[in-house]
């Protein structure tokens, strides 16, 4: 990332609506916060831990550029097929741009490559595709390549001036947070990016007293939007880069100090800003950095810069959290809420019909898995229906880690209306109370048994309860529901890292990895695993390797080949023996049988493990990401620099 005065105004002016907004100095928008006396805290504090932390410009690298396909439809409407996270919102902006009743839009749901929060809001390709659709008469595929892609949309870089106050026995007493974030040529979600950062901020750390303010500015690049995180990884690596930086100057284990300050179970968390604040009712922090540190050898880990010779090694470590949804007592600044419809077909199999997205994080799986439990039914008879927005109830995204959290909670809250009336029904065919039923799983059938309790001559299967309710002409047994969350639980996660850096090349190895996580109830434990080992190598890329660059001009010196835009390959990650990972036992009340999110949790504190790692392995701090050879030599040689002026 670069940051240079900008030689003209990016826009003069907005348009909002009829509206035109003047732009000064390349301004977006700006948000300030105070909370209780920053000031006084810093005047009084015993210790003060600071620094400038910046975070480069990258692109989301997922494995499918954006697409779409456009049919025109002869009542005038269309038929879409496209790349996003949000079907539902997809079809609103499109008729609002093209003026057509919504019933005439149907966005089809379709299975996507990924795209850690590219897709969020609708993609360019979308509208122009339907525009040319609408004037053609004619079906249109649009595909960007991957170059056009790289051009297309980016994480948010940072640059984070950050002070953190605190008293001699190391409880923290304030914080000071000043972000400027490039946003890019356009605004997509600037004013709720400068709102999440201070949220991550306050909800890692108990900090009475903060100062905040938050800028986005305009540039003449790609486009920033959510990258898995939204902002997280680049405020978390500022935040636990100086809660290592407080503990090295207090003498107090990283891991202790962690424990003694942060948000935990009954206190109040911002979430993802301060529309949000929740408190926390499920905690597996003390679990997971206790465990962690076991299976990482933290006890054992070298003094930092106590070690000579070529290669070099160090271990450090990270906490971090992402909320389960945006989900609040009140709204906050994003709309957040789910739905789903569940049937029992006539031979007692279920479907569920949803508007989540799948990104390939096994979404769905976990969603047939919660449906299929709260009926009692094998999980294979559990279909999660193809649908599009016709056949579907809204759901706001697959964003914000909310995807089994809010997403399964609907169909989940669903299900459990459907039980109700399947034993309802049950009752009125067996001529005995709903309350003297229950359901439960027949193991040598495979079925879901209804049985009255002390008569066990009197059973149905659901099966046999369907196929009655179809051949009297009675009904379909099924329910739809509409789902808000009223809070979005944190998803704690913990990662260490084992590091060799080579320092005559500056290169630098994993030599291990241990991530653990507290999702609450997992769902799917492979998939889980894949995900906190999928967010380590991802959080690898940010922390050492990726860095987009632009010329004065706005373009990309890689000019978007994946040749030259350099992400992790095999070479640079580690073996999967290397990696271990694991899981903190809790129970989230307010999740789906207990479940919260763990996506985003999983990359968020990789990048400030790995800084803390080269730390512990050279004795110099590095402030600056990517950590790439280069950074590495030229800060050994100003080491060497140093210490040769040092009088003798």
Request: with cysteine; aromatic share 6%.
């Amino acid at each position: 990332m670069r940051w240079h005065r900008a030689p003209q105004l990016v826009h003069d002016i907005i348009d909002w609506g009829d509206d035109e907004i003047a732009v000064k100095n390349n301004i977006a928008c700006m948000r300030s916060i105070e909370d209780g006396d920053a000031g006084k805290a810093f005047d009084e504090a015993d210790i003060v831990a600071q620094g400038t932390f910046t975070t480069p410009k990258i692109h989301h690298m997922q494995l499918e550029p954006k697409t779409a396909v456009c049919r025109p439809e002869p009542d005038g409407g269309l038929t879409v097929w496209a790349t996003t996270q949000s079907i539902h919102n997809v079809r609103i902006l499109l008729g609002q741009i093209f003026d057509i009743p919504l019933s005439k839009i149907d966005v089809r749901r379709t299975p996507i490559g990924g795209t850690f929060g590219s897709s969020i809001q609708m993609n360019p390709p979308i509208p122009i595709c339907a525009a040319l659709a609408l004037k053609a008469q004619r079906p249109v595929k649009l595909s960007l390549t991957r170059e056009e892609d790289m051009n297309n949309h980016t994480k948010y870089a940072s640059h984070i001036r950050l002070k953190l106050a605190a008293s001699r026995d190391g409880t923290l007493t304030g914080a000071d947070m000043e972000l400027t974030t490039d946003i890019g040529a356009h605004n997509i979600q600037a004013y709720s990016y400068l709102g999440v950062c201070i949220g991550w901020l306050v909800s890692l750390y108990k900090m009475p007293n903060v100062r905040y303010q938050g800028t986005a500015v305009y540039t003449n690049k790609a486009p920033s939007c959510a990258m898995r995180g939204f902002g997280s990884p680049q405020v978390t690596f500022a935040v636990e880069s100086l809660m290592g930086e407080l503990a090295e100057k207090l003498g107090i284990d990283p891991i202790e100090l962690r424990l003694k300050n942060y948000i935990g179970k009954g206190e109040t968390f911002w979430g993802q800003g301060p529309t949000v604040r929740t408190v926390v009712e499920s905690d597996g922090v003390p679990e997971l950095l206790e465990r962690g540190a076991e299976m990482i050898g933290w006890r054992d880990r070298p003094a930092p810069d106590s070690q000579s010779g070529r290669h070099r090694r160090g271990i450090g470590m990270a906490r971090g959290f992402h909320t389960s949804s945006a989900g609040a007592p009140q709204p906050g600044d994003v709309i957040d809420y789910s739905g789903a419809m569940v049937k029992i077909n006539e031979d007692g199999s279920v479907d569920v019909a949803s508007a989540v997205v799948d990104h390939g994080g096994g979404t769905f799986d976990a969603i047939a898995a919660l449906v299929a439990e709260a009926l009692c039914v094998p999980v294979d008879q559990v279909n999660v229906a193809p649908g599009g927005t016709r056949s579907t109830i809204y759901d706001v995204a697959t964003h914000a880690s909310r995807g089994v959290y809010a997403g399964g909670g609907a169909a989940l809250k669903a299900a459990l209306k459907v039980r109700q009336e399947l034993l309802e029904t049950a009752a009125r065919f067996m001529a005995i109370e709903p309350e003297m039923l229950s359901i439960q799983p027949d193991c040598e059938t495979g079925e879901a048994l209804i049985t009255a309790e002390g008569r066990p001559d009197v059973r149905m299967t659901i099966a046999e309860v369907a196929r009655r309710c179809w051949s009297e002409s009675s009904k379909t047994i099924a329910a739809v529901e509409s789902y808000r969350p009223l809070t979005g639980p944190p998803a704690y996660v913990a990662v260490f890292v084992e590091v060799e850096v080579d320092t005559w090349t500056g290169a630098i190895r994993t030599v291990r990895a241990v991530s653990g996580s507290d999702s609450g109830t997992v769902i799917n434990l492979d998939l889980a695993s894949g995900q906190l080992e999928g967010g380590l190598l991802q959080g690898a890329g940010f922390a050492l390797y990726e860095d987009a660059q632009w010329d004065r001009h706005g373009r990309l010196y890689s000019t978007g080949s994946m040749t030259d835009a350099k992400i992790p390959g095999i070479v640079e990650s580690p073996f999967t023996g290397e990696m271990e990972t694991f899981f903190a036992d809790t129970y989230e009340p307010n999740g789906p049988f207990g479940a919260k999110g763990i996506g985003e949790a999983a990359t968020n504190p990789v990048a400030a493990a790995y800084a803390s790692a080269v730390h512990n392995a050279l004795g110099v701090r590095f402030y600056s990401l990517p950590i790439t050879p280069e950074k590495v030599l030229a800060a050994l040689n100003a080491n060497r620099d140093s210490a040769e002026r040092e009088p003798s």
